[in-house]
């Protein structure tokens, strides 16, 4: 199993709960935090960005200890629950059984090329929420909205009729 060794998650200023209420989040294998240069079943840490349109925040930096590429499948679940809240995760690779747990937890596996710059990729994600999200992301952003609490409230104000 993919022992969580240590996680660390950045603290807001006042602004943080309105920001995280309307941000998505997104994570990126990768070991220096500025490039994406990990597999995502061997990745020894992921960090994690929570973004909107206009800002760009890190939310929280995770590692687990290092890990070969075995066939162990145990190991992803650990890191599928570091990921939960996320709408996808970039990586250089992932395996077939990795996609298939990635896609039931609701997270979109993204593959990238060796090295590709975290800065680049969440800039590339904002101008995408400002021009119009493509099919995945619109997806992912649906399902973070929870329905509006308020939305029955006319109804019972109406009366019920049996």
Request: glycine share 6%; net charge negative.
């Amino acid at each position: 199993m993919a022992a969580l060794t240590r996680r660390l998650t950045v603290l807001g200023q006042d602004t943080e709960e309105h920001f995280m209420e309307t941000a998505i989040k997104v994570a990126f294998a990768s070991t220096d935090m500025k490039h994406v240069d990990q597999h995502f079943g061997a990745a020894e840490s992921f960090a994690i960005y929570a973004l909107t349109p206009e800002n760009v925040q890190l939310v929280e930096a995770t590692q687990f200890g290092k890990l070969a590429m075995d066939g162990n499948e145990d190991k992803l679940d650990a890191k599928i629950k570091v990921l939960e809240g996320c709408v996808a995760i970039y990586s250089q690779a992932v395996g077939a059984s990795a996609v298939a747990k990635l896609k039931t937890a609701n997270i979109q596996p993204v593959k990238v090329s060796a090295g590709a710059e975290i800065s680049e990729l969440l800039e590339a994600l904002q101008a995408e929420l400002r021009s119009g999200p493509s099919a995945w992301l619109a997806q992912a952003i649906k399902r973070m909205q929870t329905p509006n609490a308020q939305r029955f409230d006319s109804m019972e104000a109406e009366g019920w009729d049996e």
